[in-house]
C-alpha cells in the first residue's frame, strides 16, 4: 500500500474496547499499526481517535508518529506546521486526540519556540498524557506557553503529582499560569500540588488565585467567592496568607475547600485545605473579615473554624464590622454553616452593629438552629431574626426540635423584637406529611409568656393544629387544639407582643385544594385564639388569613361548596367589639361569606374604642346582601379609626354600589376607598387624579362622581377602560 497516503481507524476498537470502555483490552492491533507506520512512506495523514489507546500503546503509537517526518497531520494534531515553528497558538479543543494524541503535542513543545497558547481541553489525555504536556512546557527553558487549563479534565492523583513535579522542577519563565480546578485533587496530591505552586515563584495565577499580587502584599479585599479554588487552592491561599499583612477582608465562600462539591455532597470529603486556612488565620494579625460559607464544612471543622475566629475577633461569614444589616437567605445553609454564622453572632466585636439578619429558606436544621440560638442567647443588640422555612421543603429549623431551642432562646434573650419562624414545621407536620407533636409549639408558647422584648412573631405555615393534605388532595392526620391553645393563652398574658400572624394553619380543621374542600370543621381552635383578643391589650396587629374560618369554599367555576358555620368568625367578630388595641387584622382568603363580612364590619363600625384603621375585603366573592350589610354598618360607624376599606373585585353593582356609595361618602373618617385617594379629593388638593388600573369597580366610580363637584382645582381624570367614568354613566 505504498500509495496510501491518508488512514482513518477513528472508532473502531483497535484496543478491544467500546466507547464505554467494556470489553477486554489488548496491545496486538495498535502496536502493528504503530510498527507499519514507523516504515511507511507515503501516510501523511492518520487518525485513530475513540480507541481506548493508553500505557504502552499510546508510547509505542506516539513514538512512531513523531518518529515519521512524512506525517503532516495525526489525530486532527497539525504535524507539519507544528514541526515548522509557524503557529503561536494552538488550539485543539475537544478534538478528542486521546493520550496518544497529548504524547505526539508534548513531543513537538521543545521544537515549537513561537508558541505562546495552547488549549487541550476536553481531549482525554489521560494521566499520562497531561504529564507528558506539563513535563514538556516546564522542563523548555525556551517554551514561551503562558497558560495551562486542565480544569474539568477528571485527571487522578497520580497525574496531579506528574503535574506538581513538572512544577516543582520547572526551568520554564513562560508559564505563568495554571488551572487545575474541579479535578477532585485532594490527599498528598493536593499538599504536593500546592507546594510546588508556592514553590514557583514564575506562576502568578494558579486556579483563579492572584498569586503575583498575594506575594505582593498588595491587596487588603481578596474576594474569591465562587472560584471553586479546590482543596489545593485552599492550601495556597493558606499558605499566602501569612505573608499580606496588608489584608483586611478574604472571601473563600463556594469553593469546595473540602473537596465535596454542591448540596448532594458528589465527592470525598478532606478536611486538608480547610484546616491549613484555620492554621493561617491563627498568625495573620489584620485580617478581621472572611467568608467561608458554603464549602460543605463538617461540623468539626466548622467548630475549629469558630476556635480561631473567637481567639482572633474574625468573621467566618462576611459581616462587616459596621453592617447592620445581614440577608442570608435561600443560601442553601447547612448545619456547619450555622456554626459559622453563630460564632459571628456570638461576638460582640464582630457583629455588635448587626440589628437584622436573615437566614430564612435554608437547611440548618436542629443542631444549626441550636448553634444560633445558643449565640443569641448573649446577643443584645440583634433585633430581627428571619429563619422561615420553604413550604416546598421540609422547614428550615429542624421542626419541632428545633423549635424548641429557639423557646429557650426566647426565654432569656431580651434583644429580639421581631422573630419569623413560617414554614418551619414546628409541631413536626409538613404540607407532605409528618407526625403531630405539640412540644415545639408549646414551648415556643411558654417563652412568650416571659419574653416581654418580642413585639412581632411569624407563626404562619405551620400546621398548628396538626393537618396536612398529601399529593392526591386528601387530608391527613388528626385536628388537635393543642398548639394552637398554648398559643392563645400565651397572648392572654404576654404584653410585649404586637403583631402575631397565624395564617395558613387550617385554625378550624378543614383546608381546600384543587379537589375541593377536606376535614371536619372545629371553631375550637379559632375561638380560644377569639378569646385571648378579648383579654389582651398589646397586639395591635393579626392576620388570620387563609384558615377557612367558615368552613366553605369556591370551585373552579365560582360555586360555593362547604356547609356555612360562622361560629368562629361570630366569636371574633364578638373580640372585636371589645377591643381597643387593634389597628389591623387580616381575615382574607377565609371565605366569610355575606354573614362574616357583615359581622365584621359591623362589630369594627359598631365600636367606639374601635382602632382598626383598614378593612380589605377585596376578592371575596360578596353577595348584594353582604353589601348592604357593609353599606350600613359604614353608614351608621361610630369609630374614629377605620379610614381605608377596600372591596373590589366583588362585582357590586345595582342597589348594593348606590347604598355602599352613598355610605362611603357620607362617612367623613374614610381616606380611602378601593384605592381612590378621598381624604385629597374632599380637601381639593388634586389637579390630576390618577386611577389607571385601580379597577376600583362601580361603587368607586360612584364614589368618585360624588367627589368631583367638590374639587375645583381638578383638571384631568385617567382610569382605566372598565373604570372609565364615560362607560359607566
Excluded at 26 to 42: K, L, V, Y
Excluded at 472 to 495: F, H, K, M, P
Aim: one cysteine or more; proline letters at 1%.
Amino acid at each position: 500500500m505504498g500509495g496510501l497516503t491518508s488512514l482513518n481507524l477513528s472508532f473502531n476498537q483497535l484496543c478491544g474496547l467500546d466507547y464505554r470502555g467494556g470489553g477486554t483490552y489488548t496491545a496486538e492491533g495498535i502496536t502493528a499499526i504503530a510498527d507499519a507506520m514507523r516504515i511507511n512512506g507515503a501516510l501523511t495523514r492518520v487518525d485513530v481517535r475513540h480507541n481506548n489507546i493508553a500505557g504502552d500503546c499510546a508510547e509505542q503509537l506516539s513514538a512512531a508518529v513523531l518518529g515519521n517526518l512524512n506525517i503532516e497531520m495525526f489525530n486532527e494534531i497539525p504535524i507539519k506546521e507544528m514541526r515548522a515553528n509557524s503557529i503561536t497558538g494552538l488550539d485543539l479543543m475537544e478534538k478528542g486526540v486521546g493520550v496518544e494524541g497529548g504524547m505526539v503535542v508534548a513531543g513537538l513543545i521543545p521544537v515549537m519556540g513561537a508558541l505562546t497558547s495552547i488549549n487541550l481541553r476536553g481531549n482525554e489525555l489521560g494521566d499520562k498524557g497531561w504529564g507528558a504536556i506539563f513535563a514538556a512546557i516546564c522542563g523548555n527553558k525556551d517554551s514561551k506557553i503562558m497558560s495551562m487549563d486542565v480544569s474539568c479534565e477528571n485527571i487522578s492523583p497520580a497525574c496531579v503529582k506528574l503535574i506538581a513535579e513538572a512544577l516543582r522542577t520547572s526551568v520554564t519563565g513562560g508559564l505563568t499560569r495554571v488551572d487545575v480546578r474541579h479535578n477532585n485533587i485532594a490527599g498528598d496530591g493536593a499538599e504536593q500540588l500546592a507546594a510546588a505552586v508556592l514553590g514557583t515563584l514564575k506562576i502568578e495565577m494558579f486556579n483563579e488565585i492572584p498569586i503575583k499580587e498575594m506575594r505582593a502584599n498588595s491587596i487588603t479585599e481578596l474576594d474569591l467567592n465562587g472560584k471553586g479554588v479546590g482543596v489545593e487552592g485552599g492550601m495556597v491561599v493558606a499558605g499566602l496568607i501569612p505573608v499580606m499583612g496588608g489584608l483586611t477582608s478574604l472571601d473563600l465562600s463556594n469553593n469546595l475547600l473540602c473537596g465535596v462539591t454542591g448540596t448532594f455532597g458528589g465527592g470525598t470529603y478532606t478536611a486538608e485545605g480547610i484546616t491549613a486556612i484555620a492554621e493561617a488565620l491563627r498568625v495573620n494579625g489584620a485580617l478581621t473579615v472572611t467568608n467561608l460559607l458554603h464549602n460543605q464544612l463538617d461540623e468539626a471543622s466548622a467548630k475549629m473554624l469558630a476556635e480561631v475566629a473567637k481567639q482572633r475577633g474574625i468573621s467566618l461569614c462576611g459581616i462587616q464590622r459596621d453592617r447592620t444589616t445581614a440577608d442570608f437567605s435561600n443560601k442553601f445553609l447547612m448545619p456547619p454553616d450555622a456554626i459559622l454564622l453563630a460564632s459571628d453572632l456570638s461576638q460582640a466585636a464582630v457583629t455588635g452593629g448587626l440589628t437584622k439578619i436573615s437566614l430564612a429558606k435554608n437547611e440548618l436544621g436542629e443542631e444549626g438552629t441550636k448553634a444560633i440560638c445558643e449565640a443569641l442567647e448573649q446577643n443584645k443588640t440583634l433585633k430581627e431574626l428571619d429563619i422561615r422555612g420553604n413550604r416546598h421543603r421540609h422547614g428550615n429549623i429542624g421542626g419541632s426540635a428545633g423549635a424548641k431551642h429557639v423557646a429557650k432562646m426566647l426565654g432569656v434573650n431580651g434583644g429580639l423584637t421581631s422573630l419569623d419562624l413560617s414554614n418551619n414545621a414546628l409541631c413536626g407536620v409538613t404540607f407532605m406529611g409528618g407526625t403531630y407533636t405539640a412540644e415545639g409549639i408549646t414551648a415556643i408558647a411558654h417563652a412568650l409568656r416571659v419574653n416581654g422584648a418580642l413585639k412581632s412573631i411569624d407563626l404562619s405555615g405551620n400546621q398548628l393544629c396538626g393537618i396536612w393534605t398529601e399529593g392526591y388532595g386528601d387530608q391527613q392526620g388528626t385536628y388537635t387544639a393543642e398548639g394552637i391553645t398554648a398559643i392563645a393563652d400565651a397572648l392572654r398574658v404576654n404584653g410585649g407582643l404586637t403583631s402575631i400572624d397565624l395564617s395558613n394553619n387550617q385554625l378550624c380543621g378543614v383546608w381546600t385544594d384543587y379537589r375541593g374542600q377536606h376535614g371536619t370543621y372545629t371553631a375550637e381552635g379559632i375561638t380560644a385564639i377569639a378569646d385571648a383578643m378579648r383579654v389582651n391589650g398589646g397586639l395591635t396587629s393579626i392576620d388570620l388569613s387563609g384558615n377557612q374560618l367558615c368552613g366553605i369554599w369556591t370551585d373552579d367555576d365560582g360555586d360555593q361548596q362547604g356547609t356555612y358555620t360562622a361560629e368562629g368568625i361570630t366569636a371574633i367578630a364578638d373580640a372585636l367589639r371589645v377591643n381597643g388595641a387593634l389597628t389591623s387584622i387580616n381575615l382574607r382568603g377565609n371565605e366569610l361569606g355575606d354573614k362574616g363580612w357583615g359581622a365584621i364590619f359591623a362589630a369594627i363600625c359598631g365600636s367606639k374604642d374601635s382602632k382598626i384603621m383598614s378593612l380589605d375585603a377585596s376578592c371575596e366573592n360578596i353577595s348584594p346582601a353582604g353589601v348592604q350589610l357593609i353599606a350600613e354598618a359604614l353608614r351608621t360607624s361610630v369609630t374614629g379609626a377605620l379610614t381605608r376599606v377596600d372591596v373590589r373585585h366583588n362585582n357590586i353593582a345595582g342597589d348594593g354600589a348606590v347604598q355602599l356609595a352613598a355610605a362611603v361618602l357620607g362617612n367623613f373618617k374614610i381616606e380611602i376607598f378601593n384605592e381612590i385617594p378621598i381624604k385629597e379629593m374632599r380637601a381639593n388638593s388634586i389637579t390630576e387624579l390618577d386611577l389607571n388600573g385601580k379597577d376600583f369597580g362601580v361603587e368607586g366610580v360612584m364614589v368618585v362622581a360624588g367627589l368631583i363637584p367638590v374639587m375645583g382645582a381638578l383638571t384631568s381624570v385617567w382610569t382605566s377602560a372598565h373604570d372609565s367614568l364615560s362607560s359607566q354613566y
